[in-house]
T-cell receptor, first 113, second 113 residues
Framework: AQKITQTQPGMFVQEKEAVTLDCTYD???????LFWYKQPSSGEMIFLIY??????QNATEGRYSLNFQKARKSANLVISASQLGDSAMYFC??????????FGAGTRLAVHP | DAGVTQSPTHLIKTRGQQVTLRCSPK?????VSWYQQALGQGPQFIFQ???????QRGNFPDRFSGHQFPNYSSELNVNALLLGDSALYLC????????????FGPGTRLLVL
């Protein structure tokens, strides 16, 4: 079965520090995409970063990087230099075929000043 | 460049009624996907439309139906509403290829009384 697991319901981080949000996935498909989205309290899902299953390098987008360990089936999100505006729900998602996204349960991140 | 738009933003219905939600994709996108997000959960895939056809469907009953128009905009229809249909309904648009990034709209919050 294709599944995304996010084991951290909530995380706290001090402003300007780095934080890692965990994500593991399960799929038998050889080709897939991994995504992270941010959902503020307003509800809109904001795309952060993408990693393809055949990509050799870990993806980076500004302060976001994806720590992709294929053998362990993990795709952790690292946020560097946290800002107060980073407080939100974060969802890991997988796309095995034709853009159908399978989401995890999410991690609520709180950034403290 | 307009992003994904959805209407209405909020909706209140009673059990047994029918509802239609609307979505306009991001400029240049030809694929629209719909997701249901219950409170405190990750989004669940309902279905995806490409070239005016339903390309994929999630585990949702036939009460959930959709349509895509020639301009790529889309509607989600839900018949015989149940209390459990109360959720945030998210529309996402993308290009039609595999593992393309999906960009989400602000969502429609549906409350069924």
């Amino acid at each position: 079965a294709q599944k995304i697991t996010q084991t951290q319901p909530g995380m706290f981080v001090q402003e300007k520090e780095a934080v890692t949000l965990d994500c593991t996935y399960d799929t038998s498909d050889p080709s897939y995409g991994l995504f992270w989205y941010k959902q503020p309290s307003s509800g809109e899902m904001i795309f952060l970063i993408y990693q393809g299953s055949y990509d050799q390098q870990n993806a980076t987008e500004g302060r976001y990087s994806l720590n992709f360990q294929k053998a362990r089936k993990s795709a952790n999100l690292v946020i560097s230099a946290s800002q107060l505006g980073d407080s939100a729900m974060y969802f890991c998602a997988m796309s095995p075929l034709y853009n159908k996204l399978i989401f995890g349960a999410g991690t609520r991140l709180a950034v403290h000043p | 460049d307009a992003g994904v738009t959805q209407s209405p933003t909020h909706l209140i219905k009673t059990r047994g009624q029918q509802v239609t939600l609307r979505c306009s994709p991001k400029s240049g996108h030809d694929t629209v996907s719909w997701y249901q997000q219950a409170l405190g959960q990750g989004p669940q895939f309902i279905f995806q439309y490409y070239e005016e056809e339903e390309r994929q469907r999630g585990n949702f009953p036939d009460r959930f139906s959709g349509h895509q128009f020639p301009n790529y905009s889309s509607e989600l229809n839900v018949n015989a509403l149940l209390l459990g249909d109360s959720a945030l309904y998210l529309c996402a648009s993308s290009l039609g290829g595999p593992k393309e990034t999906q960009y989400f709209g602000p969502g429609t919050r549906l409350l069924v009384l």
